[in-house]
């Protein structure tokens, strides 16, 4: 959040112009944020201009309705950075499934945020985790 410097969400690094992230996270938001990546613990402060970038464009989901919450279909959002960014050891675009692969119910898979660790507090560190996969009709 470029006025008040907080964290708000977590994105997830798809090329050198483009980000993956929950489109809640930036209804109402869509030119006020940077975004700073290759952070591990939101407390220290790793900010660095070259790792901090302004957000040019957000395309949120046309299905995605942010009056209704507990709906979170379709909750997703591409950002768009103002400039390349720069890949480091720590700053590297995920990789994206082939279109054909298959995800079998309780697949194993890794996720990673800063989510909340208990009912009152946020994890200042970011966490990862293995968990597996469930069919949407049994979420």
């Given at each position: 959040?470029?006025?008040f ?5 977590g ?24 975004i ?12 660095s ?69 208990n009912?009152?507090h ?18």
């Open positions: 959040n470029l006025r410097s907080t964290h708000i969400c994105a997830s690094l798809v090329s050198d112009r483009y980000l993956l992230t929950a489109a809640h996270c930036v209804t109402g938001h869509r030119r006020s944020f940077s700073s990546l290759g952070r591990e613990d939101l407390k220290e402060n790793q900010r201009v070259r790792n901090e970038y302004a957000i040019q464009d957000v395309y949120i989901h046309p299905a995605f309705r942010s009056t209704t919450p507990k709906n979170r279909y379709n909750d997703i959002a591409i950002l768009k950075t103002d400039r390349k960014v720069q890949y480091n050891d720590k700053i590297w675009p995920f990789c994206l499934p082939d279109r054909n692969q298959v995800y079998n119910d309780f697949m194993s898979v890794y996720i990673a945020g800063w989510g909340k660790v009912q009152a946020k994890s200042p560190t970011l966490q990862v985790a293995r968990v597996n996969l469930v069919e949407n009709s049994r979420c």
